[in-house]
């Protein structure tokens, strides 16, 4: 178990470094839409252009890779909403199981299929080495990439997760459990 416990630590420390990029790339986000908004009022004032495709795509691009890059750092800090009318009435235990059962049926399948279905997807962007059609546009390749990265992070951290809930349930020191539950695990007699 501290063989899995120390791959989901290494699991863990990417997704958290991956995941505070994302806070510098947000900013880099805001720092676009101003360049953007105050280019095109103040170029159209100026009777210049002062905003360009390529500026508009960047910003497009900082917030898909939020949106993909950030999604398993969401996981790890259980931030993603979740329809929890009966969650939040289970004990610590019980949301453990859902935590895993959610991972290994749900989570991490879906997170195969889409990496599945994006190989084509992506690899016909690179063969082709696709740029956006608009005049100044960036390169469309590299961001479709990262599809399949930000799927690939997910499911990783989905497996991080499940290694830790069943490490919680097994009562094993130090291994945080199911969001809202402070108690550590207890092991059952007999396990």
């Known amino acids: 178990m501290r063989g899995l416990l120390g791959f989901a630590f290494i699991i863990d420390v990417f997704t958290r470094i991956v995941g505070r990029c994302m806070g510098w790339v947000a900013v880099a986000l805001i720092v676009l839409g101003v360049v953007n908004v105050v280019g095109r009022y103040l170029g159209a004032q100026l009777g210049m252009q002062l905003s360009s ?10 917030f898909n890779l939020m949106f993909l890059l950030g999604a398993a750092y969401v996981l790890q800090r259980d931030g993603h909403i979740r ?10 235990r019980q949301r453990a199981w859902v935590d895993i059962l959610g991972a290994l049926v749900f ?16 690899g016909r962007s690179w063969s082709t080495m696709e740029v956006s059609p ?13 599809i399949i990265i930000g799927f690939a992070m997910l499911m990783l951290q989905a497996v991080s ?10 009562g094993v020191p130090g291994v ?10 207890q092991r059952p007699e007999g396990v």
């Open 53 to 62: 495709n390529m500026l508009l795509e960047a910003q497009t691009y900082a």
């Open 107 to 122: 989570l991490i399948p879906f997170c195969v299929l889409a990496i599945y279905f994006s190989l084509t997807y992506v």
């Open 161 to 170: 997760e499940t290694i830790k809930r069943i490490a919680w349930l097994r």
């Open 134 to 146: 608009n005049p100044g546009g960036l390169p469309r390749y590299p961001i479709k990439t990262v």
């Open 83 to 92: 329809v929890d009318i009966l969650y939040s009435r289970f004990g610590g």
């Open 176 to 185: 945080p459990g199911p969001a809202g539950i402070e108690e550590p695990a």
